[in-house]
Structure formats: structure tokens, C-alpha cells
């Protein structure tokens, strides 16, 4: 694409095709032309390859976002998006980014994650497709160390806002300053719209330091009431004489303040409601406050604002009256508040400390009265992202309000829900801290953020952590609140997954198996978190071998799930969908198990997106299905295109994504493709150890994968050691009558006759083959595995009348999958070996 020059007037005027969030221009912008010029010319300056981004430093108030948003405006014809992103906290700064994702083909945060889908932003725009031309702007960046991460670098533009010094130690940085006097006039006389002598403009202007901010306060009173400049410069003498006695806070130049407390003063006279909700929006965050907040959170008790809550009238003329002193921004298409940041500090420092805490528990109590109550409804979620930004600047954490509390963790639940699991844990830290600092580390608030810890840590990948996390908040709500009461029974699914993750599947069996009882007689058969339990049930049952347990309970709750009233969203019912196919696959039913996929698959596709982290697990399930049924190009495919959606979502190291690349590793040895399917995993493997642990079965298991490749390049006794080490491994974690240790079996049987060992080959293979038929029966498809290989170790271990008994038995069993035309069914008829691989199951 042609580099455009920097002059304004070179392209015609044209709107970006993605213009998003840019805030309006200040129609009574003016001047600062040469900051504008000096801007395009260093942001546009490519060195390295990529332009670098620029920083907009100065202190507040001297109009570094008019800045901004001027250049966005003047030069928006040359770019093809331009995006607007708050970030004076990071919690705001992913969602932000994450929203550009449709506009860039990319999957939506709503089927990713916003923490995935602000990745997979960052990375487009680095990479320049679809778009080269892009500008962001990241508004009131105060700190460095938090926004840093989330800059593209590549052939679009970065504009930062701050008024931290620091940028200057990272970007090119262009110091704005308060204007010069020219410039103070002519703002003054546009503002005004009247004339004024220059004599005039000048004197007020150097009373104000020629701060734009002040500038702006005392044009727009001077233009609401008509009053003269020397009246002006008389009521702020008088503020300032009165300033210069108290202890104002450093860094508020006085001549704001002055200004300020002018406007206020002429305001609460003419109106004192307005400058009542002016406090309240002071204790609010710098960000928009949605107008609602007002609306939804009218029944709350707020003694200071009632009278304004409960007339819409008075409320509509307050904020009039504040958008035309200049005192708040009102738009009316976002339906949003906005208080400089500057003048709400202001606002807070005038009042005296007791009054400063009443208001600021009456924004948390507006802030819980006016948020929605389900945080796991995603038409919800708008709602709950507009008040995010309100969190931590209102000291929400401060408030013991059970009300505000809640709503606290109805914000955590919904990040967690939507995916943004660093901000949801960020929130909760800081939570618990202070929680447990005012009310004791074991008050029901402290142990209900706990409970969302461990939920949030599991997602992270942080299994060690959340299992710690989990068993610690167990016993304690045991012991306070009881083993029945409906927080202990949440805890405890959670800590039943903790189980699953660390590997000890009994333990989180039997577990499950009592919290499905209490659930039953606390909360009723159908209730949306009593089917949340059995659906654990059936995970634990299938990870401990019973497969007819796992496919019968799989059922019911999806039956169940299905006929749900409410209470049960989509990708909780497509996670029981496609338990029930993977259950029925385990059982050997395959061609069953495509059927009942594929219906799953379509289901997660149409309702949720093909790039919705559920849908993708339901295509890493429906692929081995395809792989054991034959249709083994499909199942490549399939495997394919699963993994590299699930390693662009999580990257290599998340468990999702390490199973996804086992079964394409598993797939493409099928299929011939031995050394990519040997470096996917003997890379993968690796992982295991570090995201699970040294001991898990998942390891173990997976490197019984790896010894069937290492055998098949010919290095048999690499092959040996491994199945040796997966066969003691998974002994000593899930027992002997478990399949995953009687899997290894199978393979460990293969590599001694290979080498020769028919004898000990044989006796392996009887022993594994009888506990297998008394594990499944004769005919699951592993004991029928472990017979065809049998076969041909007796035979070669001269036991041949054996060894024909066996065959006629096992091929009587394989009849009907022969002519279903299923690999093991094949290879067992041509006396081939048959490969039993292992599919690492979601936990």
C-alpha cells in the first residue's frame, strides 16, 4: 500500500471503514496546529522497519486527549481503522482491544475469551492483515508496565495518552504544555462567542496559567451567564485569595482550582442538586458512567441523591446544567456521564473526609443496585463491562455493604465467564486482601472469592495453586457454613475438578458421588447445579474405567440439561453433548459416537461459533471418533484444523490445546506421517510434566504414545524403557485395574516381541488380556486389541492350539466391526499388529 504524506489535505476526507469509540471533537478546539503537525511527523517516522508508537505527555488538564482526539479526527483519511482504548486500568484495556476482533475476522470474545481475543487482535494488527493502516490511541495510559503488553508493533500507528514521565524510558514521547498565550485567546474568544477585547482574553488567560481545562471552565460560565470578564477575574481573586490559606492537594494548579471552585459556587446556587450528583460522579471512575446507573439504581438507598433518583425530571435538567458549565461531558448517543479526572479530584479534596465516605458507599450501593443479578448471561455482559471501569477507582473493595460485596464478585464471575481470567484474578486478590483485613479471613465474602480463586486459577492453568486454593476453602466452609449449605456444595464441584486436574480420578469420584447426593436432597434432581454435578459424575466415571456408568449418566443429565427450564446456558449443554459421544466412543460404539458428534459439533458451531473454545473440544472428540470409525483422512482434517484454532486461542502450553495436538500426533501416524506425528509428540509430551505435574496419568499415558512412534522408527528399546515407565507410572497413580496402565500394556506386549521375548510377551499379554474382559468384557475393542496381539505371540511362542482358539474367538467378536470396515477389525483379520493410543480426555 502507498505510504501517504503527512499533509492533512493530501487524501480526500473519507471515514475509516472501522471508527470506533473515537469520542467527539471539542468544537471549540483551536490552536496547536504545530503540535498536531509535530505528531503525524513523529508518529509516522519508521525506524526498524515499523513506526515506532508516540506518547502524549503533560500534566492533566492541558488537553492531551483533545489532542488526540483532534489528530484522529484531522487525519482519520489516512487509516482503515481507528480505535479508541481506555487505559488507565488494565482490566479495561483487553476488552477494548478484544472488540476489535470481529471488525479483523477474527472470532468474538464471546466464543474465545477476551484475554485470547485481545492476543489474537494484537497479533493481526502486528502482522498488517486485513488492514496496514490502523491507528489506536490508548487514552490516560498511566502506567507503563500495564498497557505495554498489549501495543501492537507493526505497520499501523500508536497513540498514547499520559500524564506519567516514565513513557519517555520506552517510546517517543511529544510534551504537551498549557497553551501559549496566543493560543489561550483565541480559544477564549471561540469559547465566549462574543467579542472580547485581546486586552481581555489575555488578563484571564494568565490568571488561569493558561491551563486549557480552567480555560474551558470559565468560558463556558462566562458564556452561560453572560458575565463580563472583570466580573470573572473578580469571583476567581476572590476563590484564589481563599485557596491560598488551606492545604490543597500538590499538583492542582491553583488557578484550576479557582476556576473550578467558581463554577461550582455559581452552580450551587443556581442549582445545588446538580452539584450533589457532580460529587457522586466524583467518587465514580474517570471513564463514562453509564447513564442508567441512575435509572436502575433509583430504589437504592442513597439519602444525598433521592430526591434526584426519584424525580427524572430534576435529574435530566442537573445534567444539563452540568454540560453547560463545562463541569461534565454528557453524551446523549452512549447515554454516558464523563467527569475529568482532574476536576473529580477536586471534587473530592473540597469535602471533608466523613462525607467523602458517605458518598463513596452511595456510588457502591448505586453500583449494586443498578447491575444486572446473572452474571453467566451473556446478554448481560454489556452491562457489566460498562461498570468494570468503576470498580477500583470507587474503592469498591472498601465497602462491607453485602449488596456491594456481591456485586464485587458478580464482576469477578462475569470476567471469568467471558474469559478474562487476569483481570478476574487481579479483582479477587485484592478482594481477599482486603476482605480479609476487615472482616476476618473467614467471613462467608473472603471464602466465596476463595470459591471463584480456585475457579479462576483452574482456568489459567494453574492446577497446583487452585488445588491448594480449593481444599483450603472446602474445610473451611465445612466447619462455618456447614457440608450442606448451597457455597460448600459450589466449592465442593470445584474441588472435584481439582481432583480431575491433579489426576486423582477416585478421589474426585468419590467425591462427586457425594456432592451428587447432597446436591439431590438440598437442591432437587433437576436443579441447573445439581446437573453441573452429575456431569462431573460422569467425567469421573468414564477416568476410572466405567464406561457404561459414564455413557448412562452422560445421558440422563443431557436429557435433562436439554428439557432445563432455565439455568443451563449453551456451551454448558454442548460440554454434556459431547460427554455423552465421547462416553459412547470409549464404550467402542464408534460409528455411534460420529453420529452423536457431528450432531454436537453442528450444534456448537451454529449456536456458539466454530472458534468457541467448547465447539473446538467437541471437534477434538469428533475427530477421534472419525479416526477409530476409519474415516481417517476426515479425522486428519479434523485434527488439524482443531489444533492450530486451539494453539491460536491458548498457545502451546494449555492443556486443550496439548490434547489436540496428541490426537493430531495420533492421527498422522495412522496416516503414515510418522516424523511429524513423532516431533508433535515428543514436543507435546514434554509439556505434560510442567502444566500437570511430574506424576499425572495424562504424562504417563502420552508417552505411551511416544513409545509407539519410537517403535515404529525402529528404536525398540527406547520404546521398551518408555512403556516400562508409563506401565509403573500409571500403577502407582490409578491402580492396576484401571485402562490407562492395561493401554501401556498392550503397547509394552508389542515391544518384547519385537524383541524377541515372545515368552514374556505371552504372559504379559494373558494377564493384561484377563483384566480387560474383566474390566469391559470380550468384546470392548481394547480387550479384543489385547487378543488379536495375543494371537500372534502364542503363535510365535509355538502355542499354536492356543493361539487358534483365540482367534476364531476374537474374530467371532470382530465380525460385525470387520464388515464396518474398522481398523482393528482389519488388522487383527490380516495378523497385523494393532497400536492402542491414548486421547487425553477434558478434565
Known amino acids: 500500500m502507498v505510504e501517504l504524506s503527512h499533509a492533512a489535505n493530501t487524501v480526500p476526507e473519507r471515514q475509516p471503514e472501522v471508527w470506533e469509540k473515537v469520542p467527539p471533537r471539542n468544537r471549540n478546539f483551536t490552536g496547536r496546529d504545530d503540535l498536531l503537525v509535530r505528531l503525524r511527523q513523529g508518529i509516522s517516522t519508521v525506524t526498524a522497519v515499523v513506526p515506532q508508537p508516540q506518547a502524549l505527555q503533560g500534566w492533566g488538564g492541558v488537553g492531551k486527549t483533545h489532542l488526540a482526539i483532534e489528530y484522529a479526527h484531522r487525519y482519520r483519511s489516512h487509516y482503515d481503522l481507528v480505535w479508541w482504548i481506555p487505559a488507565d486500568q488494565r482490566v479495561l484495556v483487553p476488552s477494548a482491544l478484544a472488540a476489535m476482533a470481529p471488525h479483523l475476522g477474527l472470532p468474538p470474545a464471546s466464543a474465545t475469551g477476551v484475554e485470547e481475543a485481545a492476543e489474537a487482535v494484537r497479533r493481526t494488527l502486528q502482522n498488517g492483515n486485513p488492514y496496514r493502516r490502523w491507528l489506536l490511541i490508548f487514552d490516560n495510559a498511566e502506567d507503563p508496565g500495564q498497557v505495554e503488553e498489549f501495543i501492537p508493533r507493526g505497520p499501523g500507528h500508536v497513540l498514547i495518552t499520559s500524564r506519567n514521565p516514565k513513557w519517555e524510558d520506552h517510546f517517543e514521547t511529544l510534551q504537551v504544555d498549557v497553551f501559549t498565550r496566543e493560543e489561550s485567546v483565541a480559544f477564549l474568544k471561540k469559547r465566549l462567542r462574543r467579542e472580547v477585547p485581546d486586552d481581555d482574553a489575555s488578563r484571564l488567560a494568565e490568571q488561569l496559567g493558561d491551563l486549557p481545562l480552567a480555560l474551558e471552565q470559565a468560558g463556558a460560565l462566562q458564556y452561560e451567564t453572560g458575565m463580563s470578564v472583570d466580573e470573572y477575574l473578580e469571583q476567581l481573586g476572590e476563590q484564589a485569595s481563599r485557596l491560598l490559606g488551606v492545604n490543597r492537594a500538590p499538583g492542582y494548579p491553583l488557578s484550576m482550582t479557582a476556576a473550578w471552585k467558581v463554577s461550582v459556587s455559581l452552580l450551587q446556587d443556581r442549582l445545588p442538586e446538580a452539584i450533589t450528583l457532580l460529587r457522586c460522579c466524583a467518587f465514580f471512575g474517570p471513564e463514562p458512567i453509564p447513564r442508567d446507573v441512575f435509572r436502575r439504581g433509583n430504589k437504592a438507598v442513597v439519602p444525598?441523591?433521592?430526591?434526584?433518583?426519584?424525580?427524572?425530571?430534576?435529574?435530566?435538567?442537573?445534567?444539563?446544567?452540568?454540560?453547560?458549565?463545562?463541569?461534565?461531558?454528557?453524551?446523549?448517543?452512549?447515554r454516558t456521564i464523563q467527569v475529568h479526572r482532574l476536576i473529580q479530584a477536586l471534587l473530592r479534596d473540597d469535602l471533608p473526609e466523613e462525607d467523602q465516605t458517605d458518598i463513596r458507599h452511595e456510588v457502591h450501593v448505586l453500583l449494586a443496585g443498578s447491575a444486572p443479578n446473572d452474571p453467566d448471561e451473556t446478554d448481560r455482559w454489556r452491562s457489566f463491562e460498562e461498570l468494570v471501569a468503576h470498580v477500583t477507582p470507587s474503592g469498591l473493595e472498601e465497602c462491607t455493604d453485602p449488596a456491594a460485596r456481591q456485586f464485587a464478585l458478580n464482576v469477578v464471575r462475569y470476567l471469568y465467564m467471558s474469559g478474562n481470567y487476569q483481570s478476574a484474578h487481579s479483582f479477587l486478590t485484592s478482594f481477599i486482601r482486603r476482605w480479609s483485613e476487615v472482616s476476618g479471613p473467614k467471613h462467608l465474602d473472603v471464602l466465596v472469592a476463595h470459591r471463584h480463586l480456585g475457579n479462576v486459577l483452574r482456568a489459567l492453568g494453574q492446577y497446583a495453586a487452585a488445588y491448594e486454593v480449593d481444599h483450603q476453602t472446602l474445610d473451611d466452609m465445612r466447619a462455618i457454613l456447614g457440608p450442606d449449605h448451597r457455597e460448600t456444595l459450589l466449592t465442593t464441584n470445584g474441588y472435584g475438578a481439582s481432583l480431575r486436574a491433579r489426576g486423582d480420578f477416585a478421589a474426585a469420584r468419590k467425591l462427586d458421588g457425594e456432592s451428587r447426593d447432597a446436591h439431590i436432597a438440598n437442591r432437587g434432581p433437576s436443579d441447573p447445579a445439581t446437573l453441573r454435578v452429575l456431569n462431573s459424575l460422569a467425567l469421573d466415571y468414564a477416568l476410572t474405567s466405567d464406561y457404561q456408568a459414564a455413557r448412562r449418566l452422560h445421558q440422563e443429565t443431557y436429557l435433562e440439561m436439554s428439557d432445563a427450564m432455565g439455568g443451563i446456558g449453551k456451551s454448558t449443554l454442548l460440554l454434556s453433548w459431547n460427554g455423552l459421544a465421547r462416553a459412547v466412543r470409549l464404550c467402542g460404539d464408534y460409528t455411534e459416537a460420529c453420529d452423536l458428534g457431528e450432531e454436537a459439533y453442528a450444534y456448537g458451531v451454529q449456536e456458539l461459533t466454530l472458534d468457541h473454545h467448547f465447539t473446538l473440544l467437541t471437534a477434538k472428540d469428533l475427530s477421534i471418533a472419525k479416526r477409530r470409525a476409519g474415516e481417517i483422512s476426515e479425522a486428519l482434517d479434523l485434527a488439524r484444523d482443531t489444533h492450530t484454532r486451539l494453539q491460536r486461542l491458548f498457545g502451546?502450553?494449555?492443556?486443550?490445546?496439548?490434547?489436540?495436538?496428541?490426537?493430531?500426533?495420533?492421527?498422522?501416524?495412522?496416516?503414515?506421517?510418522?516424523?511429524?506425528?513423532?516431533?508433535?509428540?515428543?514436543?507435546?509430551?514434554?509439556?505434560?510434566?510442567?502444566?500437570?505435574?511430574?506424576?499425572?496419568?495424562?504424562?504417563?499415558?502420552?508417552?505411551?504414545?511416544?513409545?509407539?512412534?519410537?517403535?515404529?522408527?525402529?528404536?525398540?528399546?527406547?520404546?521398551?524403557?518408555?512403556?516400562?515407565?508409563?506401565?509403573?507410572?500409571?500403577?502407582?497413580?490409578?491402580?492396576?485395574?484401571?485402562?490407562?496402565?492395561?493401554?501401556?500394556?498392550?503397547?509394552?506386549?508389542?515391544?518384547?516381541?519385537?524383541?524377541?521375548?515372545?515368552?514374556?510377551?505371552?504372559?504379559?499379554?494373558?494377564?493384561?488380556?484377563?483384566?480387560?474382559?474383566?474390566?469391559?468384557?470380550?468384546?470392548?475393542?481394547?480387550?479384543?486389541?489385547?487378543?488379536?496381539?495375543?494371537?500372534?505371540?502364542?503363535?510365535?511362542?509355538?502355542?499354536?492350539?492356543?493361539?487358534?482358539?483365540?482367534?476364531?474367538?476374537?474374530?467371532?467378536?470382530?465380525?460385525?466391526?470387520?464388515?464396518?470396515?474398522?481398523?482393528?477389525?482389519?488388522?487383527?483379520?490380516?495378523?497385523?499388529?494393532?497400536?492402542c493410543d491414548f486421547d487425553p480426555p477434558p478434565i
Open 652 to 835: 502451546d502450553e494449555h492443556a486443550d490445546t496439548m490434547a489436540a495436538a496428541i490426537n493430531l500426533s495420533n492421527s498422522l501416524r495412522v496416516t503414515g506421517e510418522l516424523e511429524e506425528s513423532f516431533a508433535i509428540a515428543n514436543r507435546t509430551v514434554a509439556l505434560y510434566p510442567r502444566v500437570f505435574g511430574e506424576e499425572h496419568p495424562y504424562g504417563f499415558a502420552c508417552g505411551g504414545n511416544l513409545a509407539i512412534l519410537h517403535r515404529l522408527r525402529g528404536e525398540v528399546e527406547t520404546a521398551r524403557r518408555l512403556n516400562e515407565q508409563a506401565v509403573r507410572g500409571l500403577i502407582a497413580k490409578v491402580g492396576r485395574e484401571h485402562h490407562y496402565p492395561l493401554t501401556c500394556a498392550i503397547s509394552l506386549q508389542t515391544d518384547l516381541a519385537i524383541l524377541g521375548e515372545f515368552t514374556q510377551a505371552c504372559e504379559l499379554g494373558r494377564e493384561t488380556l484377563n483384566r480387560l474382559q474383566k474390566l469391559f468384557g470380550e468384546n470392548h475393542f481394547l480387550s479384543l486389541a489385547c487378543a488379536g496381539n495375543l494371537v500372534l505371540d502364542l503363535r510365535a511362542a509355538g502355542a499354536e492350539k492356543e493361539a487358534e482358539l483365540l482367534y476364531h474367538d476374537t474374530m467371532r467378536h470382530y465380525e460385525r466391526p470387520l464388515e464396518a470396515g474398522h481398523p482393528d477389525a482389519i488388522l487383527a483379520s490380516e495378523g497385523r499388529r494393532i497400536d
Open 304 to 334: 444525598r441523591l433521592s430526591k434526584i433518583l426519584s424525580d427524572p425530571i430534576l435529574l435530566a435538567t442537573a445534567l444539563s446544567e452540568l454540560r453547560r458549565f463545562a463541569l461534565a461531558r454528557i453524551e446523549p448517543t452512549t
